[in-house]
């Protein structure tokens, strides 16, 4: 192992944050390419990274000065992205039994009626928004853009994306709410699959 790597390892162990911002700098486009092929999708490779580096941050005072740091980090990622793989197939199985569950293969006059007035306040809920969260909202998803990419498109950031989705569906609920005694988990289905 070469002298510096020991450096940095035992920085990071003393808890020195510019240790930890080396080691970042040093291996989180490895590591995010090496997510990137398990999970496919660019926003779950970024979120296994933030794991990554998170664990971390939490075990530094275990990391072992002798032994390979790129090892370590490539263990701790294999057991990120299989945790967030499990995440994801679960997320998956729980919306495939919730469409099964709220919404009947064919619907009778009455219930299509009823979507129909749903989708009709749905879409006067989305027109009550700011210019600017409604813009977020639907292209997130009208358009199944993803975050990164309507930050890209709007000239703002990736948390800023989050927070316009987090309060334009906060705010739909709301309007909706006065209207009809909407249960969280069909609002759930109502936003997810119209």
Known sequence: MKPEEIEIIEGLR?????????????YHERLYAFAIRFVK??????????????????????????????????????NCIFKTLKKNA?????????KVMTVPLTFSNEEQLRWKEYEALLSDAINCLPVQRRK?????????KTYDGVALELG??????KEHMVLA???????????????????????SFF
Do not use: H
């Open 14 to 26: 003393n808890g020195d944050t510019s240790a930890y911002t080396r080691i970042y700098d040093l």
């Open 41 to 78: 999708l660019p926003e779950l490779a970024e979120d296994v990274l933030q794991e990554v580096f998170l664990t971390l941050w939490r075990v530094k005072d275990r990391v072992d000065s002798t032994r390979s740091l790129q090892a370590y980090l490539y263990k701790i990622s294999r």
């Open 90 to 98: 679960r997320q998956r199985e729980i919306t495939e039994r919730i």
């Open 136 to 144: 977020v909202f639907c292209l997130c998803r009208d358009e199944g």
């Open 156 to 161: 703002i950031s990736k948390n800023t994306v």
């Open 169 to 191: 569906t906060r705010s739909i609920k709301s309007y909706m709410s006065r209207y009809i005694d909407f249960q969280p988990l069909i609002l759930f289905v109502f936003l």
